[in-house]
């Protein structure tokens, strides 16, 4: 016993005095990670710092410092037309918020059928959803802004809303979701007791897909608010446009008038605030406890 115990003594004393053997390894992926991390932060530590410059700043100053003027630059933002960049933000709000919140609720009750019932064409709706994800949504623009032209919806806001709807990534991820995190043993204690299915989707299973349908809604969320082909080609009046598309137009505006880059950059800027808000606000509701909301 004495010697195991010295064996192992040794082969700890051993891996210790070489501290640098591990760390070598681990030292790869970190430098990735970090240059990862500065490729997609730099554009946001850019439109910072062009924010805060004046028209006479912007071309004329370093490209990472700062200026002075970014508090001018917001309220001529807020001022331009009257204000149609809180319009435009409102619009994307509509759209993001009411186009995520609509296809959560249509992918959690997809993936849950698709996952815990068994019914004739079953795998066939699965694997027409898994050949959707391979579609790009720039091919299905044009038709789409047909069809909704056709029935009179373009230049609406059912025109961007609609289309939103139905995602079959994200109906993808709630079947993933549902069959991990919704045992069978227990819908099938609550059929026992008594309990319908629409009973057991409602106190049952959405409780328990709460932090995939968390997910779920944030991406959509940042898909539908970062959109802009969509929207572009079906509406035609500004007073519709969200921030993307309003932006554009300024941008387009910018060839004739220097000074509205300014005003395109602190609306980029402030666009982005309420992503991070977001963020930071529903990300306590991912849980590592799958069987939390059951619990409760």
């Known amino acids: 016993m004495a010697t195991v115990t010295g064996d192992k003594a ?13 760390g070598t390894i681990g030292v790869v992926p970190t430098a990735l990670l970090l240059i990862g991390a500065i490729y997609c932060l730099f554009p946001v530590l850019w439109v910072l710092i062009a924010a ?26 807020f001022a331009y037309r009257d204000g149609v960049f809180w319009l435009w933000a409102g619009n994307t709000l509509i759209y993001a918020g009411g186009g995520a919140l609509l296809s959560t ?6 993936g849950y059928t698709l996952a815990k019932y068994r019914f004739p064409g079953r795998d066939v709706i699965f694997n027409l959803l898994i050949g959707g994800i391979l579609v790009p949504a720039v091919v299905l623009a044009i038709p789409q802004y047909l069809l909704f032209s056709k029935i009179g919806l373009a230049d609406s806001y059912w025109a961007v809303l ?12 709630a079947r993933i979701y549902a069959a991990a995190a919704i045992p069978d043993s227990l819908l099938e204690a609550g059929r026992i007791d008594g309990a319908g299915e629409w009973h057991l989707m409602a106190r049952v299973a959405i409780p328990l897909m709460v932090p995939g349908m968390v997910t779920i809604f944030l991406f959509q969320f940042v898909a ?3 959109n ?7 509406l035609g009046d500004d007073g519709k446009f969200p921030l993307t598309v309003g932006l554009y137009t300024l941008l387009a505006a910018g060839a004739n008038q220097p000074s509205l880059y300014n005003l395109i950059l602190t609306g980029a800027l402030l666009s982005i605030v309420p992503l991070i808000a977001l963020f930071l606000t529903m ?14």
């Not at 040794?10 to 591990?22: D, F, N, V």
């Not at 990472?64 to 001018?72: A, I, N, R, V, Y």
């Not at 609720?105 to 997809?110: G, L, M, N, R, Y």
């Open 105 to 110: 609720v249509v992918s959690a009750i997809s």
């Open 162 to 173: 609609l289309p939103q709807i139905l995602h079959p990534y994200s109906i993808y991820l």
């Open 52 to 77: 805060t410059k004046s028209p006479g700043e912007l071309f004329s100053t370093s490209t990472l410092s700062f200026g002075t003027g970014f508090l001018d630059n917001i309220a001529e933002l």
């Open 283 to 296: 990300q306590r509701y991912w849980k590592t406890d799958l069987s939390s909301g059951a619990v409760k």
């Open 10 to 22: 040794a082969t700890t004393a051993h891996r210790r005095a070489r501290p640098g053997a591990g």
């Open 228 to 234: 802009f082909l969509l929207p572009f080609i079906m």
């Open 224 to 226: 539908i608010w970062n």
